[in-house]
């Protein structure tokens, strides 16, 4: 089978100027890369008229499918489209279809269409419009001489609506890939280097076929088994047997497959196991209810939180006592463990879970220094609790202060 | 003035993948844009010789500076520089400088020099070394007819530390280069279009050396005017006061300049203005107290936040009555109004806020689709309501509400 391969391209000054950093052709990569289209190279370019057609040009002299994104906004210095149009030799013209989604989109804002988003359902001939579910600029498909270039908006969140739903389904019916399959394994709490040499025998046994790559996150670490093959069902049977050998070696990190994150893990538990959740946070500051919350449903199991950062509202609202932030302490074990408390009795639900620590940059001390945080976890009677060290600054300490937490409560629902 | 334009290819099958995100390129380009030097294009490619070969010969044919990152490591390492020493007909050859850095790194851990990493000292002839203060890969910089190619090691903080205290300066005593200044202008609560339909005549009026481009956000745009000059003081002078003409024209969509984001103009305002704040959340599930409080020092004027996800909490914390609720629902004006007088009691704070909307997936019904948020704000005696239709998924839902939210903040400070 032939190999298929592509380039991204990324078009704007603000990306060439390094105002912005490019996070698009990354996430368009691994999605290319888990359908089995080969990305040849990426590169980001001036938003130049001329300059887009002779970096388009050199593409398709290159590899079958080219991406590009940016420059289709409805501002002046968004000239894709037009340079697309020229360069196809395919003059704009009104696309009826685009026009509604323009005027559905204004008419859902209950603003009137504007002359210059009105331009923006002007499409060159020829093309296929692909519609932008989330703003105002249509994608276009342009399918030419057995290759295909993609055009799509910079916004990302508009740009992966656009590929979701509508480009890589067309990818997979337009070309004849390969049957690449992947399995994620998801694990917290365990380093890469760690894990690597808790597996190093599963993984040199693999056959040439199945190769492992370790994706680090925030203190997390994706597993991602990668098998290309002609046969999809003995491919599929042989990954699964692989990782059932796999998973008795590290049960204890592993918290789901695939797309599920550490979030929808806990929701899963909480839901199975018919418990209910509040957050007493300080340092988290609604990081961790919003990493809760950000789970479809999760009204069923989540009740509410307390975000106490000032110290009258520990007092007050969680009952913590005076006494003990006098003497430990607002970031301290015991802080923590009433707060736990508190917001357990407060919410009247199954778990209450706390935490209290210094995310800095400011107020660290040599005994609690930035990134000190304490956390507690009321439950069946009992009071569990942790202390961490975090690395960075600010939003750092926040992110990662949650993503212990969010494992503090997996570990403790596992043991229930 | 003749303009010095700079290429950067960063090297790694790792970024064509998708398994990393290339920062390098982003923060390259934040130093040249500092200095001025205009990066034509920057590239990602595959870490084989021929390659890497072929585009740096493609990018001398169209820049005077080419920056090279990757490909130097002690393993697969001599790639890069293999590549180099090729394509420009240099041997390697014992850079004894650069065996005595390797030494001494090998020294400093207390371990035997390894072949391995001996081989890291051989250079190509004819090629300067770079000082690699942090790792064991020199860096390497060629000079040839008057252009200049620069290969660096991909770790961030070796590429960083080599970039600040050997390239950079090397760079501006062997370039003479253009002034180049950036200005931003932060505003929030109008769109792309809207906001070009607005300051029109003002952009058209621009001179041909000051450029101004677009970079939206969500449910912000930020404003990037730029000059080139060969007279700082100027520059500096003229565009200030194309920026005075401008502001009065959008003024109550501006928050802020340069790297201020929303969260912070809105500390500023509440540390000048000797304001405390409190928020009740619903739908945004305590992501707006999370980017309130991801400012340092929030804790100045942030006090805390109830969460209020189950109705009994609304009641019972926010003294939300029960017949609101059964007349109106959770998702109503009135409900919206309560939650927000009862954060600003409870917490004895000077501002209340609150959202209560349908976050979605499920939950919509035809008079309240999901995406329908209600929020209240209490202040000084009054209750000032908003009702907002957010467009997207569950997440881009409470991300829009969020900004609203803060935008709603900014604007009864700016009253106040």
């Known amino acids: 089978m032939k190999e298929v391969f592509a380039d991204i391209i990324t078009i704007g000054d603000e990306i060439l100027y390094g105002q912005i950093l490019d996070t698009n052709s990354q996430w368009i990569s691994q999605q290319?890369?888990?359908?089995?289209?080969?990305?040849?190279?990426?590169?980001?370019?001036?938003?130049?008229?001329?300059?887009?057609?002779?970096?388009?040009?050199?593409?398709?002299?290159?590899?079958q499918l080219v991406f590009v994104t940016g420059g289709l906004g409805p501002t002046k210095d968004d000239l894709t489209k037009k340079a697309l149009s020229d360069y196809f030799e395919m003059p704009l013209e009104l696309n009826i279809s685009a026009l509604e989604d323009v005027e559905s989109i204004f008419k859902k804002f209950g603003k009137p269409l504007t002359e210059?988003?009105?331009?923006?359902?002007?499409?060159?001939?020829?093309?296929?419009?692909?519609?932008?579910?989330c703003g105002t600029a249509p994608g276009m498909w342009f399918d030419i001489d057995?290759?295909?270039?993609?055009?799509?908006p910079g916004v990302p969140f508009e740009m992966k609506a656009m590929m979701t739903k509508s480009i890589l389904p067309k990818i997979k019916k337009r070309f004849q890939l390969p049957i690449i399959i992947h399995k994620v394994i998801r694990t917290i709490g365990i380093g890469e280097s760690w894990l690597a040499e808790e597996i190093a025998r599963w993984e040199d046994a693999l056959p040439a076929h199945l190769a492992l790559a370790y994706l680090p996150g925030r203190s997390q670490v994706k597993l991602r088994l990668t098998g290309i093959s002609d046969d999809r069902e003995l491919l599929e049977l042989e990954m699964n047997a692989q990782i059932s050998n796999l998973l008795p070696q590290i049960q204890q990190y592993v918290y789901g497959f695939g797309d599920?994150?550490?979030?929808?893990?806990?929701?899963e538990l909480l839901k199975q196991k018919n418990l209910t959740i509040a957050t007493a946070e300080s340092c988290t500051g609604g990081y961790l209810s919003h990493k809760l919350t950000s789970v479809p449903g999760s009204s069923e199991y989540y009740y509410g939180s307390v975000i106490a950062y000032h110290n009258s509202i520990k007092e007050r609202e969680l009952g913590v006592s005076a006494k003990t932030l006098e003497k430990h302490g607002a970031v301290s074990e015991e802080t923590a463990k009433e707060m736990a408390e508190g917001i357990r009795k407060k919410m009247k639900v199954d778990i209450g879970i706390s935490t209290t620590g210094i995310a800095g940059p400011d107020g660290g001390t040599e005994e609690k220094p930035v990134g000190t945080v304490w956390m507690a976890i009321s439950f069946g009677g009992k009071l569990k609790t942790q202390k961490i060290q975090s690395p960075g600054t600010r939003l750092l300490n926040i992110e990662y202060s949650t993503v212990k937490a969010l494992d503090f409560i997996r570990q403790t629902l596992n043991e229930a």
Do not use: C, H, W
Not at 116 to 133: C, E, H, Y
Not at 260 to 267: H, T, V, Y
């Open 32 to 63: 290319l890369d888990d359908i089995g289209v080969k990305v040849r190279r990426k590169y980001s370019i001036s938003d130049q008229s001329e300059i887009i057609r002779e970096a388009v040009d050199e593409s398709l002299g290159k590899v």
């Open 116 to 133: 210059i988003n009105r331009q923006q359902a002007f499409l060159p001939k020829g093309s296929t419009k692909i519609t932008n579910d």
């Open 146 to 152: 057995r290759k295909v270039v993609v055009s799509m």
């Open 260 to 267: 599920l994150e550490i979030e929808d893990a806990i929701g």
